[in-house]
């Protein structure tokens, strides 16, 4: 596609359950990268693949979050055992090559857990 | 730690004023910095990347320059439009990994028709 697709666009899920969010970067794109988006806030990191190879996962809050790039274009974020503060704005972004390049990012997923 | 600041958190202005919104971060040492812009229900839209090598970059009626020294960016809107009305958001590089942006809180400006 044109740029960096994501989806659902928006989630409502009870707590305890699992969610899994999708994004499609830019083809062509080795890089891809996760933000979580709070409220009035800017995007915090959360993890970098080059490839399928997740680079840099420190941003990940705790172990109920991990995320795969298993063919080196989709990725996918999986939250476990949703809770109450995962609410945000999931964002995902390509670049062609690593940091050097600009990042597009793609309309975000709006995760709210009850 | 890096933290980015932006000033000031809200900017109303008539249309057909120039602007400027402001952009702080605290350690110097950055591989680039970007400025973008949100929409409401969109995604984030970059607007201009500076290399840390760069001083300034211009696309249209934008023009954003670095003083990597001092630690600051300013992104300069020449004749605002009502269309210019968003979040404008500054992030950097920086700390070992050029990859890993850094954002601020935003600027909300609105342009007023």
């Known amino acids: 596609g044109a740029g960096v697709s994501q989806s659902p666009r928006y989630k409502v899920t009870k707590r305890g359950q699992d969610v899994a969010l999708r994004c499609d970067p830019i083809s062509g794109h080795v890089s891809l990268y996760w933000y979580r988006q709070a409220l009035g806030q800017g995007p915090e990191f959360l993890t970098y693949?080059?490839?399928?190879?997740?680079?840099?996962k420190s941003g990940l809050p705790n172990d109920r979050f991990s995320a795969e790039r298993p063919e080196g274009s989709i990725s996918t974020l999986t939250i476990q055992r949703t809770e109450q503060r995962d609410s945000a704005m999931y964002r995902c972004a390509s670049s062609s090559y690593g940091g050097w390049e600009t990042q597009y990012f793609g309309p975000g997923t709006r995760l709210l857990v009850l | 730690k890096q933290e980015v600041t932006q000033i000031p958190a809200a900017l109303s202005v008539p249309e057909g004023e120039n602007l400027v919104l402001n952009c702080s971060f605290t350690?110097?040492?950055?591989?680039?910095l970007q400025w973008f812009r949100q929409d409401p229900g969109k995604g984030l839209t970059s607007l201009l990347l500076?290399?840390?090598?760069?001083r300034e970059q211009t696309s249209g009626r934008l023009n954003a320059s670095l003083d990597k020294s001092s630690g600051r960016s300013t992104l300069y809107i020449a004749a605002s439009q009502p269309g210019d009305s968003a979040t404008y958001l500054c992030?950097?590089?920086?700390?070992?990994?050029?990859?890993?942006?850094?954002f601020g809180k935003g600027t909300l400006l609105t342009v007023n028709p």
């Open positions: 693949f080059n490839y399928e190879a997740q680079q840099d």
């Open positions: 992030a950097v590089s920086s700390g070992g990994s050029n990859y890993k942006l850094t």
């Open positions: 350690d110097s040492a950055i591989y680039n």
């Open positions: 500076i290399q840390s090598s760069q």
